[in-house]
């Protein structure tokens, strides 16, 4: 059996910050069969224990319960990425193991790894090149662990920012397997300061881990965005700061959050170039709604690159049926965390527009009349919560969804009028600042499971 190339799965491995030292363990979230309109369950899985002495795993097992804390630290969500090797027996996938290098006469030492990661949303605002932070672990074979300590042109001297870190994973006997585990920063918050504070690099206070920025070299701190620059976000100006004249000036703060590559390599005798393979690995918040899932993931938007705009109608089936639902489910979880009547640009205890909403994002960026969406009396948060599961119901129970017609298509985030700022879904933005929309091959999933219970309807008889 010889190896043709090489993978790391899975190619994209997302982390979640964390300041407790017990990683977090593996749990599944699942629909109750039972209570199909509940709130999803969440189980614990099977999941790798890792000795942190021997650097690799020691057994697996599944947990008592899900902890989500320890000691009132959030637990680090820590990826793991596997090598798997494509080989010469009918082109098969198979993982990397022991067994398999040893077969080329190579041991887990032959593995290189490197690892590179970047923060640079102060770059991103400042367009400095001074301004990026980066961190590099350059090509290792041992079982250490390497920290990521990102660095930057304009941070203080010998002050460098945590972005986690990296450990090969050693094999052992009953776990024979190549693995790389990435596990993220602690979720902490530094500033940037005019003057040396001459403060530990882990100060005790998590809102005040460190001041890191030099004002005298960058222009983070007091930062405004330009008016017409390109580059701008929409909307512009998130970032914590203070009104200064009109203008939005940033405090100085930045975070530990990052993303970048994992490579690796392997030497085969006989061949010139080594075999190489790469992942992508970032770093973001916890997930405080863990039994929840946004309506519109990255997931949909990596199906309708792979697969297209159009689902078939083969794919709009039993199959399409259940991916509707998912999304149905969805929309009930985000209206289930949403306060509905802030969100609507109701009038809330005498005040109004008291919080960032579309209304505002509307009338901020357009001009248009600041209203609510809705009628200020339909969005009772009890009420969507009953609708939404009254469609949820529907789609179950094979009743035509008649919500595939009021579903926002993608050329429609642009429309302020009063029927387009209620299509579905409502009260929320998009990334880039207009309504929100499904991705155009959610809607035509929908819209096509909605036809077909249409024609089954028709043919089934009074």
Not at 381 to 397: P, V, Y
Request: glycine share 8%; proline share 8%.
């Amino acid at each position: 059996m010889t190896i043709l190339e090489l993978r790391i799965l899975p190619p994209l491995a997302v982390g979640r910050l964390g300041a407790a030292t017990e990683p977090m363990d593996n749990y599944e979230v699942t629909v109750d069969p039972e209570q199909p309109l509940a709130a999803r369950r969440i189980r614990p899985a099977r999941t790798f224990v890792v000795d942190p002495d021997i650097g690799g795993i020691s057994s697996d097992a599944v947990p008592s319960a899900v902890r989500f804390t320890v000691g009132g630290k959030v637990r680090p969500v820590a990826p793991f990425l596997e090598v798997w090797a494509l080989t010469d027996t009918e082109g098969m996938l198979e993982p990397l193991t022991t067994a398999l290098l040893a077969e080329h006469g190579l041991t887990p030492r032959d593995v290189r790894w490197s690892v590179e990661v970047a923060n640079h949303k102060i770059h991103r605002r400042t367009g400095e090149e001074r301004d990026r932070i980066d961190a590099v672990v350059p090509a290792f074979s041992d079982h250490d662990v390497h920290r990521l300590e990102g660095t930057c042109p304009n941070f203080w001297a010998g002050r460098t920012l945590p972005l986690g870190t990296v450990r090969y994973l050693r094999p052992t006997e009953g776990f024979p397997g190549i693995r790389l585990r990435f596990t993220p920063a602690a979720g902490l918050v530094y500033g940037s300061s005019a003057q040396d504070p001459q403060l530990p690099q882990e100060a005790p206070d998590p809102n005040l881990a460190g001041i890191l920025y030099n004002a005298n070299l960058g222009g983070w701190l007091g930062h405004f965005d330009r008016e017409g620059d390109p580059s701008l976000t929409v909307p512009a100006n998130i970032y914590r700061g203070w009104d200064d004249d009109g203008r939005w000036r940033s405090s100085g703060y930045l975070d530990d959050e990052c993303d970048g590559l994992v490579h690796v390599e392997l030497r085969l005798a006989g061949r010139a170039d080594p075999l190489r393979a790469y992942a992508r690995i970032g770093a973001g918040p916890p997930a405080y709604a863990p039994d929840s899932f946004p309506v519109r993931t990255v997931a949909d938007e990596l199906d309708q690159a792979m697969f297209g705009p159009e689902a078939t109608d083969i794919e709009a089936g039993l199959e399409g049926r259940a991916q509707a639902e998912e999304i149905i489910r969805r929309a009930l979880e985000s209206v289930r965390l949403m306060n509905t009547a802030v969100m609507n640009g109701n009038t809330v205890n005498g005040r109004t527009d008291v919080a960032s909403t579309m209304v505002r994002q509307d009338t901020a960026d357009t001009g248009r009349r600041f209203e609510p969406v809705m009628a200020p009396s339909l969005v009772d948060n009890a009420a969507l919560l009953h609708l939404h599961r009254s469609i949820l119901t529907g789609l179950r129970s094979g009743t035509a969804p008649w919500f595939a017609d009021v579903l926002r298509n993608h050329n429609e985030i642009g429309d302020l009028s009063a029927k387009g700022r209620r299509k579905m879904p409502a009260l929320m933005r998009g990334a880039d600042g207009r309504a929100l929309a499904l991705t155009r091959r959610q809607v035509d999933l929908i819209r096509k499971v909605a036809r077909r219970d249409v024609f089954a309807a028709e043919s089934s008889g009074p």
